[in-house]
């Protein structure tokens, strides 16, 4: 069970946070969660269910976490192990997570796949997702894998997707002469870009696309 205190900053003022493995009793905060950090347009039908919760801690519950901000849980994150092969990076986030209830967790694979991170919006700015993807890339040395991967949204492109292709856009926002909310924030995080994916998720502002963004576990030789 991970369980790790630490201080967040509003402004320049430190606050007490935790992040810990969450547990079936947190189950209606992280729906909340979900639905405050993903209002539409994002499909209604993609936030949390119970049934999918308690796979995640049934499955692997090394990738099932929360963080606490006096008390009162303000953001979560989920992974599950895939076996990973680098020549075929498409896939869409439904086929590769089994709809989210993480079925298709592979515990003999090489790499951890980021199911979902949300953070409550009263919350943002606060360094929470960095915290809480900083835990991930612990739970990937611990564990001993390759990498962490994931599917990055990029909600800014649906404004830009008249003129410029998804490919163009991420490299845009690597350079920094475009600034995306997803993409740039995981570019913080120390996430690298490793290509785009059409048709990852329904998801309109996107256009359906996402980057697919990894972060490769420093302690092991290639």
Not at 10 to 24: F, Q
Not at 82 to 110: A, F, K, L
Not at 123 to 128: A, E, M
Not at 144 to 151: D, I, K, S, V, Y
Request: proline content about 5%.
């Amino acid at each position: 069970m991970y369980n790790k205190k630490l201080y967040v900053f509003k402004g320049d003022k430190p606050i007490e946070a935790v992040i810990r493995t969450y547990t079936y009793s947190d189950f209606k905060d992280l729906i909340r969660v979900q639905q405050e950090s993903f209002p539409p347009p994002f499909p209604s039908e993609l936030w949390w269910k119970e049934e999918q919760l308690s796979n995640h801690l049934e499955l692997f519950p090394e990738g099932a976490l929360c963080i606490e901000v006096e008390g009162e849980i303000a953001g979560s994150i989920t992974g599950m192990i895939i076996n990973y092969d680098p020549q075929d990076i498409n896939h869409s986030w439904s086929e590769m997570t089994g709809d989210g209830s993480i079925n298709t967790h592979d515990r003999n694979g090489n790499a951890l796949y980021i199911v979902d991170i949300g953070v409550s919006p009263k919350y943002r700015g606060h360094g929470l997702g960095k915290a809480l993807m900083q835990s991930m890339y612990e739970v990937v040395v611990q564990l001993r894998l390759e990498r962490l991967l994931g599917g990055g949204r990029m909600p800014g492109y649906g404004e830009r997707a008249a003129e410029m292709s998804a490919s163009q856009y991420l490299e845009a926002v690597i350079k920094g002469e475009l600034q995306d909310k997803v993409i740039s924030f995981l570019l913080r995080c120390g996430r690298l870009p490793v290509g785009v994916i059409p048709e990852y998720l329904e998801d309109q502002e996107s256009k359906n696309y996402a980057a697919l963004m990894e972060w490769r576990n420093p302690f092991l030789k290639r």
